[in-house]
């Protein structure tokens, strides 16, 4: 009873903005060079591929997994990466060998691939983090993740897909956003957010969302 | 010399501002403003609001007000869904202008965040939205002298359904979360909430904790009104 407010299905047409963004992409992809596509697999397969996989499935815990990330967020921290919004040693270096023309078509590329299943590991930590994910917390005023990570955290709009990602990884963004490290939120909201998320909030609803994605 | 005129204008300006922020400071922590007609929130009142772009828009606020702003039946997030659209309206510019506390709302309303059509645009969204029937209910243990001072007290602007009335800004109060009525009603008697009716907190003034509980229950009870 205490959760009956939780449902999401009755939210109904989630998908209407989104279905026309993407007829919006889709139009667009018809009108792009086919050979970007081909330099992005290039890219891909050469550079991003140390690091992310070369289908986007990292399987290192501190890099994160970017398949079936959105077209739109990838581009959105590429090009942050590159104005220095977004703070990376790792990534600038790469970023900056990047042409413009390189972003949508990577986007495309590592948005299309399939994102394979996480690796959570404790159920106990999993069951915690799913209350906190679907909860928040009302007494610290920690929105809920799923109001805009969605259920399943398959992401929508502006907000990035986290299902399947690394625990080691989202811990680590979210302790960058708690400290102003990561300022490249929509709103700050990620920075008011993990400000008032406690260590332990941050491992639990990062194993949960770690449990999630396709098995 | 361009340098040193710039200087003298921000010299100049400066105690100009810092007086205005000393005035707003005033405005906020002094006597109750109940519902001036200017700024942005006439701006949001006389804009058109579109539910489809609100329901967008509202995604963030999902967080802690749930999927179709029904709230939390525990009380720490009050329902929305059905509420008017001006009352909406003023409540959310009233928090983001410091009229009213809110500081685990503040960083999620402010103008970095949301714009006035924004505004308009949940508020004709939420307005919209069906009112469930499963709110968090009181203990039902003092209905009779709830709805005694209920009837003497805030039938007439609230209604006898507790449907409210949209024109005058006064909210649904029916089939709210009781914890949420109860935590409202006492800020409002202790002058907290800096933006109720000043008739409002004349009429509670002598209400005592039990007489708060009662009430709250009473509207608690109250089926959600027909939309």
């Known amino acids: ?71 739109t967020y990838i581009i959105k921290q590429l090009k942050e990466f590159i104005s220095g919004q977004r703070k990376s040693d790792v990534m600038a270096p790469i970023v900056a060998n990047l042409k413009p023309e390189d972003l949508a078509p990577l986007a495309t590329h590592f948005s299309s691939q399939k994102p394979k299943a996480g690796d959570a590991r404790d159920a106990a930590l999993v069951e915690t983090g799913k209350n906190f994910y679907l909860d928040g917390n009302e007494d610290t ?55 008032r998320m406690t260590e332990q909030e941050m491992k639990a609803v990062a194993e949960y969302i770690a449990s999630l994605g396709a098995k | 010399m361009t340098r040193l005129l710039n200087v003298i204008i921000v010299l100049l300006i400066w105690p100009m501002s810092a007086s205005a922020q000393l005035l707003a400071v ?18 949001a009142l006389k804009a058109k609001g579109d539910p489809l772009r609100g329901e967008i828009s509202f995604e963030p606020c999902q967080g802690c007000h749930r999927a179709g702003a029904v709230g939390r039946t525990s009380g720490s997030y009050p329902r929305l869904a059905g509420q008017h659209a001006t009352v909406l309206i003023k409540q959310m510019t009233d928090i983001r202008a410091g009229r009213r506390n809110n500081p685990k709302m503040d960083p999620f309303i402010g103008d970095h965040a949301i714009s006035a059509m924004e505004i308009a645009d949940i508020a004709a969204y939420i307005s919209a939205l069906p009112i469930p029937d499963a709110n968090g209910k009181g203990p039902g243990t003092s209905l009779a002298r709830g709805k005694e001072l209920y009837v003497k007290d805030c039938v007439t602007c609230h209604g006898d359904k507790g449907e409210g009335k949209s024109e005058k800004f006064y909210p649904m109060v029916a089939a709210q979360h009781y914890r949420y009525l109860l935590r409202e009603v006492q800020f409002i008697r202790d002058g907290d909430r800096r933006n109720s009716n000043p008739d409002m907190v004349k009429v509670i003034k002598s209400y005592t904790d039990t007489d708060m509980e009662a009430v709250a229950d009473y509207m608690s009870q109250l089926a959600p009104p027909k939309q």
């Not at chain 1, 889709?26 to 289908?55: I, M, R, S, W």
């Open chain 2, 26 to 43: 005033a405005d906020d922590s002094g006597t109750p403003v109940w519902n001036e007609m200017r700024g942005e929130k006439l701006i």
């Open chain 1, 141 to 195: 005023g920690v929105p809920a993740c799923v109001g805009c990570h969605q259920p399943q955290a398959v992401g929508h709009t502006v907000y990035p897909r986290l299902a399947g990602q690394h625990p080691e990884y989202l811990v680590q963004q979210l302790k960058n956003f708690a400290s102003g490290d990561r300022s490249n939120d929509v709103s700050r909201y990620m920075r008011v957010i993990a400000k």
């Open chain 1, 1 to 71: 009873m205490k959760n009956a407010d939780r449902d999401y299905s009755q939210k109904g047409r989630p998908g209407r903005g989104v279905f026309w963004f993407a007829a919006a992409l889709a139009v667009a992809a018809a009108f792009a060079t086919p050979a970007n596509a081909e330099d992005a697999k290039t890219l891909a397969t050469t550079v991003c591929v140390a690091c992310h996989g070369d289908d986007g499935n990292s399987a290192i815990p501190m890099f994160p997994k970017i398949a079936g990330l959105q077209e």
